[in-house]
C-alpha cells in the first residue's frame, strides 16, 4: 500500500443519524473505503441494535466503528458525541451531519413545536456538530463537512415550511461556512437528495408515491446509496477543490 493509500485508510468519520436509512449507508460506504466510523443514533433505547450494526461493520470492513447514543438538538449531548469520538478514534476527519426528522402539515395545522422540532433537529443539530468539530479539524488542518440538505430546501414543497426553512437553512449555513473554513483545509458541502426509499419516505400514500415516480427522470425512487456514493466522493481527500457547493441526487426530478 502506497503512502497516500494508507493516510486515506486512517481517517475518521462521524456520521449523525446512521441507526438507519441515508445515515446508515455512508457509513458503510466510508467504511468500505477503510474509514473508521463512529455510528450515531438518537437515544440509548436504539444503542444496542446499533451497537450491532457498528460490530458488523467493523467484522466486514476491517475498520474500526463504534456505536454513540446523542440528541445532536442539544448543544451538550452534540458535543459529548464529539467529545466521546475524538476520545475513541484520537481524530474526525469527516463530519456528516445526516440527521433528520420530519412532522409534515398544512401551515394551519402545523403547531409551533412541529416547527421548533423540525430546525432543532435538521438545522441547529447540523449546526451544534459543526461548532463541536471546528476547532479539531482547524488544529489538524484538514477536514470534511458534509450536510444532508434536501431539494425540498431548493424548491419548496407543500406541507413542509417547517422541513423546507430547515433545509434551506442548511444551505446557508454550508456556504457561509465554507468560506470560514476553506483555508484551514477544510472543505464545507452539502448534498440535496430528491425522494429516497427509507423510512422517512415509506409513510408516503401509494397514490403520491405513483405521481412523484412520474416526474422523476429516472423513473424511480433513489436508494440511500445513490445519495452515498455522492457524499463519500465529496468525503475523499481527492475532493479537496470542491466546497461551498451543494449537489443535488434526485434522478433528474422535475421541479
Ligand atoms: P430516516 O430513515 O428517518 O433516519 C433518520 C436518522 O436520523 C435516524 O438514524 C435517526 O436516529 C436520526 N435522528 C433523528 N433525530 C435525531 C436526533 N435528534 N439526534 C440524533 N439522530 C437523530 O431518514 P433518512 O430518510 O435516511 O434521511 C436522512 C437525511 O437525509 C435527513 O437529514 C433527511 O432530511 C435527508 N433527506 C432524506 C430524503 C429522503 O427522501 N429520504 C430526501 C432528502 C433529504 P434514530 O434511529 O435514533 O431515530
Redesign the pocket.
Known amino acids: 500500500m502506497d503512502e497516500s493509500a494508507q493516510e486515506v485508510s486512517t481517517r475518521c468519520a462521524l456520521v ?10 455512508i457509513a458503510r460506504s466510508l467504511a468500505e473505503t477503510g474509514c473508521d466510523v463512529a455510528l ?4 440509548s ?2 444503542l444496542p441494535a ?1 451497537e450491532e450494526t457498528a460490530a458488523e461493520i467493523a467484522q466486514r470492513f476491517g475498520v474500526q466503528a463504534t456505536a454513540f ?6 448543544p451538550e ?2 458535543k459529548r458525541l464529539v467529545d466521546e469520538a475524538l476520545a475513541a478514534f484520537g481524530h474526525i476527519d469527516i463530519l456528516v ?6 412532522r409534515d402539515g398544512s401551515i394551519v395545522r402545523m403547531t409551533e413545536q412541529d416547527f421548533d422540532d423540525v430546525i ?3 438545522l441547529k ?1 447540523a449546526f451544534n456538530c459543526c461548532k463541536a468539530v471546528a476547532r479539531p479539524m482547524m488544529r489538524q488542518r484538514f477536514g470534511r463537512i458534509i ?7 431548493i424548491y419548496g414543497n407543500a406541507g413542509q415550511v417547517n ?1 423546507a426553512a ?2 434551506a437553512g ?1 444551505i446557508g449555513m454550508t456556504k457561509a461556512l465554507s468560506r470560514e473554513l476553506v483555508s484551514r483545509g477544510i472543505t464545507v458541502n452539502a ?12 409513510a408516503l400514500p401509494d397514490r403520491q408515491r405513483a405521481l412523484l415516480v412520474e416526474r422523476i427522470g429516472c423513473g424511480r ?2 436508494t ?1 446509496e445513490d ?1 452515498a456514493n455522492v457524499v463519500r466522493f465529496l468525503a475523499s481527500d481527492g475532493a479537496g477543490y470542491v466546497t461551498g457547493q451543494v449537489i443535488c441526487v434526485d434522478g433528474g426530478l422535475q421541479a
Open positions: 449523525t443519524g446512521s441507526s438507519r436509512g441515508i445515515g446508515l449507508a450515531n443514533c438518537s437515544g433505547a436504539r446499533l447514543a446523542a440528541d445532536i438538538s442539544k449531548e452534540a451531519n445526516n440527521a433528520g426528522i420530519t432543532a433537529v435538521n443539530g450536510s444532508l440538505s434536501s431539494v425540498v430546501g422541513y430547515s433545509k442548511v448534498v440535496a437528495p430528491g425522494f429516497i426509499s427509507t423510512d422517512m419516505t415509506d425512487l433513489g440511500p445519495v
